[in-house]
């Protein structure tokens, strides 16, 4: 298996604009994980989704994220409109309901300026 | 939210010493990971725990869960400089069949200096 696939791998974008990130989760996995990485705040959960259906978006920053999960083999954050303290690398992640461990992808580092 | 407190934030060391790495939280985990993540990449897990008390190694990596279930440790013996990384403990608190859920430390940066 070829681990968790996300795309892109670096993002540039100016302020103001739409940045969709994608993630394609482990085959199998049933649970699907979106985080921010920023050195201020560490490593931050945004959304969870189980059997594709979101359980907690408590850690969405604003109204201005969004995440989606069509099927089992693909997921988006979209954040429209960017700015520039949204920059951070985002990852995504996961896992088999009822594991104790995530499977991570390499992210996706953003910078809106 | 959970919260878990890693110390130190960082740490440099010579190749050869020893270390630990404290993970923290006023809260019960029902389980507590141990991740190493490396510049451009995502975190791997390196171990689970799950009873109060238990301790697990990894080579030169021993693992140490809280009695309590609310802390834990990282132990390194004789670090070598493949070590260097960032290192995160995560708390699962949310284990139920609905699915996981994962909060993470705030990570300590380990520099191993050959």
């Known amino acids: 298996d070829a681990g968790v696939i996300q795309s892109p791998r670096h993002e540039v974008t100016e302020m103001g604009q739409e940045v969709t990130l994608r993630c394609k989760p482990i085959s199998g996995h049933n649970s699907l994980f979106w985080y921010r990485q920023t050195m201020m705040r560490g490593l931050e959960l945004l959304i969870y989704?189980?059997?594709?259906?979101?359980?907690?978006d408590s850690g969405m920053p604003e109204d201005r994220f969004s995440a989606k999960m069509p099927n089992a083999s693909f997921s988006t954050l979209k954040i429209q409109p960017s700015e520039p303290r949204d920059s951070a690398v985002y990852f995504c992640?996961?896992?088999?309901?009822?594991?104790?461990?995530?499977?991570f992808g390499q992210g996706t580092r953003l910078t809106v300026v | 939210t959970q919260l878990l407190e890693q110390s130190p934030q960082f740490l440099s060391i010579q190749e050869g010493e020893n270390l630990t790495v404290y993970c923290n939280s006023s809260?019960?985990?029902?389980?507590l990971q141990w991740y190493r993540q490396e510049p451009g990449e995502g975190p791997v897990l390196l171990v689970t725990?799950?009873?109060?008390?238990e301790v697990k190694k990894l080579k030169r990596l021993t693992f140490q869960f809280g009695d309590a279930r609310k802390d834990s440790s990282l132990h390194i013996t004789a670090a070598q400089p493949g070590d260097t990384g960032l290192y995160l403990c995560?708390?699962?608190?949310?284990?139920?069949?609905?699915?996981?859920?994962?909060?993470f430390g705030t990570g300590t940066s380990l520099t191993v200096i050959p």
């Open positions: 989704f189980n059997n594709n259906v979101p359980i907690d």
């Open positions: 725990v799950v009873t109060g008390g």
């Open positions: 992640a996961s896992s088999l309901i009822g594991s104790a461990e995530a499977f």
């Open positions: 809260s019960v985990f029902s389980s």
């Open positions: 995560a708390g699962g608190p949310n284990f139920t069949n609905t699915g996981n859920q994962f909060y």
